[in-house]
């Protein structure tokens, strides 16, 4: 089966994956809650949770704990995944039960989140199991919205309730490291030959109450009625990727593989989650880095102008230079001033004194000293 992400929404979404006002509202309490008990234990500063959030959803039975190992391989991810039926047997829970306290919801929410603390969780996890109900994906969503980033997938398992049956019922555990076999779809003798890893002996297998298939109809019920409608929730938010868990196990894998790699293809959810502001953040980043290499041309033109005004600077000195000329031409003009004074005094002079000989004498005489005066004019 092709992931959901390519099956078009339905026009009218089924109510049952649709949270009423109440719903949200306690889902919100719920995590409020939650929230400021962690505040309190940890300090706001310290609550720093996994980079990536794969949810795997599916009946019981469905295969969930066969895949985990090969979908956190293919997301890169080195830690076991959560298993939430564990995790409502941890001591924890244990001391809640033994305290008289219900293990509701809030209390489901509390033990995931402080679990999701841990270092190991860091770089990613799988939650195999989680949410069970609306309540509790209402509350993972408000989760999320605190740390400002969305669910990164649901993996969804489809397997026919009568093979689910069959699956369960040949279902046994070891009392002791708590492997599970199935006497149904493994090799005969395969727990006789193995060794487990506590005792350092056999195996010794015993069938869980609920693993009775007489129980395995009340559970698929629960299931119908509590959890089936997460589909819908997460198939309405775009990010739901149902597959076909029945058949060889190698068929499987392949079809969780086509699964697992439309979650980085592009889709709706894909472009919500690039709109957000944590996405445009490297775009704006890229402009600064580049701005030392645009203000190197700034200062060569900066360089190349003082370049240019240095010749107008030397023009200035060649203009003060040439003044220089001009300044002795007017000191020459002056000199030369003085000069034709005395020597219109001195024509006086002698022209005085030669009226005796002759006027022509005189005009001849006078006639070089108006000569000069010409060439000066030609000098001006």
């Known amino acids: 089966m092709s992931p959901s992400a390519t099956v078009p929404l339905p026009v009218d979404p089924p109510v049952s994956g649709k949270l009423t006002d109440l719903e949200i509202k306690d889902a919100h309490l719920i995590f409020e809650s939650v929230w400021q008990d962690l ?16 949810l795997l959803g599916g009946a019981p039975g469905a295969g969930k704990g066969t895949n ?3 979908i956190g391989r293919a997301r890169g991810l080195t830690c076991s995944p959560i298993v939430i039926s564990a995790l409502l047997d941890s ?11 219900m293990v509701g919801d809030r209390e489901v929410v509390g033990l995931l989140l402080r679990q999701l603390l841990r270092p190991e969780y860091r770089d990613g996890v799988i939650l195999d199991g989680f949410p069970r109900n609306l309540a509790q994906a209402a509350a993972l969503d408000a989760l999320l919205v605190e740390l ?3 669910l990164d997938a649901v993996v969804q398992m489809d397997v026919d309730y009568a093979e689910l049956t069959r699956r369960i019922a040949g279902r046994r555990t070891c009392a002791d490291c708590k492997r599970v076999y199935n006497v149904l779809t493994q090799p005969p ?17 015993f069938q869980r109450p609920d693993d009775k298939e007489e129980t395995v109809s009340e559970r698929l019920r629960v299931y119908d ?19 076909d868990a029945e058949g060889e196990l190698d068929d499987v894998t392949q079809r969780l593989e086509m699964a697992l790699e439309s979650i980085s293809a592009p889709s709706a959810f894909d472009e919500a989650r690039a709109a957000q502001p944590v996405a445009k953040t490297p775009a704006k980043k890229a402009p600064a880095r580049k701005a030392p290499a645009k203000k190197a041309p700034v200062k060569t033109a900066a360089r190349k102008g003082a370049a240019k005004k240095a010749p107008a600077k030397k023009g200035g000195k060649n203009a003060a230079a040439k003044k220089t000329p001009a300044a002795g031409k ?9 000069k034709k004074a005395s020597a219109k005094k001195s024509a006086l002079k002698k022209g005085a004194a030669k009226k005796a000989s002759g006027k022509t004498s005189a005009s001849r005489k006078k006639t070089p000293a108006r000569k000069p005066a010409g060439k000066r004019r030609g000098k001006r």
Do not use: M, W
């Open 148 to 150: 400002g980033k969305p």
């Open 330 to 338: 007017k000191a020459v003009a002056r000199k030369a001033a003085g």
């Open 39 to 54: 505040e309190a234990d940890f300090g706001s500063e310290n609550l720093r949770f996994p980079k990536e959030i794969i």
């Open 189 to 205: 003798g395969e727990a006789e030959k193995d060794t487990c890893p506590t005792t350092g002996g056999p195996h010794r297998l």
């Open 225 to 243: 009625e509590q959890t089936k409608p997460l589909v819908s929730f997460y198939r309405d938010k775009g990010i739901l990727r149902s597959i």
């Open 68 to 70: 985990t190992a090969f």
């Open 91 to 101: 001591p924890e829970a244990r001391t809640l039960k033994d305290a008289g306290n």
